[in-house]
């Protein structure tokens, strides 16, 4: 009996420090999956799969669940993919709703966000906003977006970038380097998005 009572006391203390974790998490506004309560930057995931059948042919959907950090691609009502994902971080939520591809660019790169660097390609200043001043003899260098594709006119993108199953981006969906390849490579303009 002894036994049991200091093993449900591990137990509670354990799940105590859990739940703190993830009050934690939730309190600097990021819902993390709930398979991975943390992964460092560094530790990029490249979670996924691509199984198409030869000949399927349907409507291509792209599902992106938010909540899971994940998106499924279907055909025709098949589930052919899935990817980890990184959304949009607290104060740059990726929009909720239905939209569609309007517009493809396979070395695309920002407009908005990027990094200012002299004539030699050196970086003055790492992570830059556009509108905000640059520095003398600094131009504006848009982060790279590889296999983009493009949801909403307010420039809300799916592309390769860091993807670590948490909000990090400033609204866009990353897709590991694998995946965004595929997806894009699959996706006809015009394919649906269902965002929740």
């Not at 949009?88 to 929009?95: I, Q, V």
């Not at 200043?125 to 520095?135: D, K, L, M």
């Amino acid at each position: 009996m002894k036994y049991f009572y200091l093993t449900l006391a591990t137990l509670l203390t354990t799940a105590c420090t859990a739940q703190n974790e993830i009050t934690d998490a939730l309190g600097n506004g990021y819902m993390f999956r709930p398979d991975k309560l943390f992964t460092p930057a560094q530790d990029a995931v490249s979670d996924g799969y691509w199984d198409k059948p030869n000949g399927l042919n349907g409507e291509h959907v792209i599902v992106v669940d938010t909540r899971l950090q994940q998106a499924k691609y279907y055909i025709g009502g098949r589930q052919v993919g899935l990817s980890d994902i990184s959304s949009g971080r607290a104060g740059h939520g990726t929009p909720r709703g239905t939209f569609s591809i309007i517009a493809k660019d396979i070395d695309h790169k920002s407009s908005s966000y990027g990094s200012i660097v002299d004539a030699a390609g050196n970086t003055l200043v790492s992570e830059y906003t556009v509108g905000n001043p640059i520095p003398a003899g600094g131009r504006y260098k848009g982060a790279e977006m590889n296999f983009g594709m493009q949801i909403t006119r307010g420039g809300i993108w799916m592309h390769e970038g860091i993807v670590t199953s948490a909000p990090e981006s400033h609204g866009c969906i990353r897709l590991p380097r694998k995946m965004a390849k595929i997806f894009f490579e699959n996706t006809p303009i015009g394919s649906k998005v269902i965002i929740k």
